[in-house]
């Protein structure tokens, strides 16, 4: 009983009490706009909210393990976490369950939510490669060395988009891996270099997409052209925030909202819901908030004493700032849709207990601000 409450104190004094705080902030306003966007789904929102709110409970449970683990922990294990990314994805090929085109989903009946294997792995997808990086920082600059981290992203993104087509998850990882190089101190020509290979090989991408993403892209330029087929996911949601103007239509009164005339509006077009039936304010809110749990991660970055951790800090960071900008850019007309969630609104077991995760060992990095395992600061 007092080492119980030895760990409970020890939570609340030394854990990050911010990102655990404005992560529950954002999770029940993300209850609230499931509750309306899934209102009038056959079914109803009771379904939903049920497995969203069982996935935050164990996504706090996540944030409270985590935070207690040292990230020093995770180095004698890199080769159990890189054969569990490995196998993880590899599940979906016997296992796997198609959706919108995207084979993402692992589903068992004895779990309240389906499991999305590359949510999980990216967590454990930015360790390996914060290890790898710090492992090589001496390095980094150097051709092979810095071919051997490309290789190493090519391989999570080569399973990802050769077993699930999933592209914008592929996504995170590419920005997180590229918020990790800058953090890391890579020279810019490596960063020149790698978009010349990326512009080379975007014709073998655009190949590969199929009609589905390349529609997709095409009329995201032009949404106009084809207003009932490939243009209506953007401009329906258009039309949701020009009815929800500074104040909103009101909760559970959204034209749009309350008609189904915006597909997946409790998963991918959750902040649509936002803006229409709450407003401007309201989904400035949402922006606010996401944006200072991002922030947050880079500050506990900054104070990290040592590189290993803040490539940590940096890569959860960057998971997360391109899931805001691109989920919120594809609602408002800004970025092409490519189907990703926004973190701890949108409906999705996996993706709330994934980042509650990543956020505790972000937590984790925060209460050991003067780790003595390690004494070097080389990489930042």
């Not at 004895?110 to 490669?129: H, N, R, T, Y």
């Not at 051709?143 to 992203?153: K, M, N, Q, R, W």
């Not at 709450?278 to 922030?295: K, M, R, S, W, Y």
């Not at 951790?309 to 490519?338: H, R």
Request: hydrophobic fraction near 50%; aromatic fraction near 14%; proline fraction near 4%.
């Amino acid at each position: 009983m007092r080492e119980l409450n030895r760990g409970i104190r020890d939570f609340f004094l030394k854990a990050d009490m911010f990102l655990f705080v404005t992560g529950l902030v954002c999770s029940g306003y993300g209850l609230l706009l499931i509750s309306t966007a899934a209102n009038v789904l056959p079914n109803g929102a009771r379904p939903y909210l049920i497995t969203q709110s069982a996935a935050l409970g164990i996504g706090v449970a996540a944030f409270i393990v985590f935070s207690f683990i040292d990230v020093k922990t995770y180095i004698r294990f890199w080769k159990w976490l890189a054969g569990f990314n490995v196998a993880m994805l590899l599940l979906l090929i016997p296992f796997g369950v198609s959706r919108g085109g995207n084979k993402s989903w692992l589903s068992f009946s004895w779990l309240p939510f389906d499991i999305q294997p590359a949510e999980v792995v990216k967590i454990s997808f930015v360790i390996l490669m914060a290890l790898h990086m710090y492992a090589l920082k001496d390095k980094l600059n150097r051709p092979l060395p810095f071919l051997s981290l490309v290789a190493h992203l090519g391989v999570m993104t080569g399973l990802i988009l050769g077993i699930s087509r999933d592209l914008g998850v592929a996504f995170i990882y590419v920005f997180a891996f590229f918020c990790m190089l800058v953090g890391a101190g890579v020279k810019p020509r490596w960063f020149v270099a790698l978009g010349l290979a990326v512009g080379g090989a975007a014709p073998l991408l655009w190949n590969w997409m199929g009609e589905t993403l390349q529609m997709r892209v095409l009329y995201f330029f032009y949404p106009e052209a084809d207003p009932t087929n490939w243009g209506w996911h953007i401009l329906q949601s258009k039309k949701a925030f020009t009815n929800g103007g500074l104040l909103g239509t009101g909760l559970y009164n959204g034209p749009q909202t309350q008609s189904l005339r915006i597909p997946e509006q409790q998963t991918d077009f959750i902040f649509t819901a936002a803006g229409e039936e709450l407003g401007f304010f309201a989904a400035l809110a949402i922006i606010l908030l996401l944006t200072a749990v991002a922030g947050r991660c880079l500050y506990v970055a900054a104070k990290a004493q040592n590189g290993y951790s803040s490539l940590i800090c940096i890569g959860i960071a960057g998971t997360l700032i391109f899931q805001i900008y691109e989920n919120i850019g594809m609602c408002v007309g800004l970025t092409p849709i490519i189907g990703v969630t926004l973190p701890f609104y949108s409906y999705g077991g996996s993706s709330m207990v994934s980042t509650f995760a990543a956020l505790g060992i972000v937590s984790s990095v925060k209460m050991r601000p003067y780790p003595s395992w390690i004494r070097d600061r080389g990489i930042l």
